[in-house]
């Protein structure tokens, strides 16, 4: 009632069985059946997996431990800086070569 959150609430993520009385509902928020991916999955099979599948996230694992979340927001955003990086590069590139020696 404070607006603080509490470690004792009780976190649903799945509607099948709500606990009685207070807790979080994070299971709107969440896929029924989530994406894994290794840990060494190559990053151009998630995009692929992102794009194939529509998924939002994936469950990275290394031996059957998860061990972070990919979200497909941050992929975007690393490929568009990857390409922002690239274009630049290639940029001073031309510009190097135009000089006269």
Not at 20 to 34: E, N, Q, R, T, V
Not at 43 to 59: I, K, Q, T
Not at 68 to 81: F, N, T, W, Y
């Amino acid at each position: 009632r404070s607006g603080r959150l509490s470690t004792q609430i009780p976190c649903l993520f799945s509607r099948s069985h709500p606990p009685s009385g207070l807790y979080m509902d994070f299971s709107s928020h969440l896929d029924s059946c989530p994406g894994l991916v290794f840990h060494s999955t190559p990053l151009a099979s998630v995009v692929e997996m992102f794009r194939a599948v529509g998924l939002r996230y994936l469950l990275a694992t290394r031996e059957g431990q998860l061990i972070g979340i990919i979200k497909k927001k941050d992929v975007l955003e690393l490929l568009e800086s990857r390409s922002r990086s690239n274009a630049q590069n290639a940029g001073e590139g031309e510009e190097a070569e135009a000089e006269p020696d």
